[in-house]
Nanobody, 122 residues
């Protein structure tokens, strides 16, 4: 599975960004899709996971209510709409894909994209 993320950049606090991730190499609807992020000097953390159909999404407490993850199964693409961004959201964001479902239980996903940097200035 290949994952190509885009949409990162520099934004002021309170602003918004939309990340996109195009997937290829497998049946898209067989994959859980989601986003992780990594702050400088810290481990990667789960941000959001979207169910196979896209009907359900799961968020970390730190982004709940501000971020919305979605997927377009016709385009093999997932999105992360990030609103009301805060300086603490500054991180490298990774698109991920998971076949087993363990990412929902706190495990690591099967596939990682290359990462896109989001910088939020105060």
């Amino acid at each position: 599975v290949q994952l190509q993320a885009s949409g990162g950049g520099l934004v002021q606090a309170g602003g918004y960004l939309r990340l996109s991730c195009a997937a290829s190499g497998d049946t898209f609807t067989s994959l859980l899709m989601g986003w992780f992020r990594q702050h400088p000097g810290k481990e990667r953390e789960r941000v959001a996971v979207v169910s196979w159909s896209g009907s359900d999404s799961y968020y970390s407490d730190s982004v709940e209510g501000r971020f919305t993850a979605s997927r377009d199964n016709a385009r093999n693409t997932i999105y992360l709409q990030m609103n009301n961004l805060k300086p603490e959201d500054t991180a490298v964001y990774y698109c991920v894909a998971d076949r087993s479902g363990r990412v929902l239980l706190g495990g690591q996903p099967d596939y990682w994209g290359q990462g896109t940097l989001v910088t939020v200035s105060s």
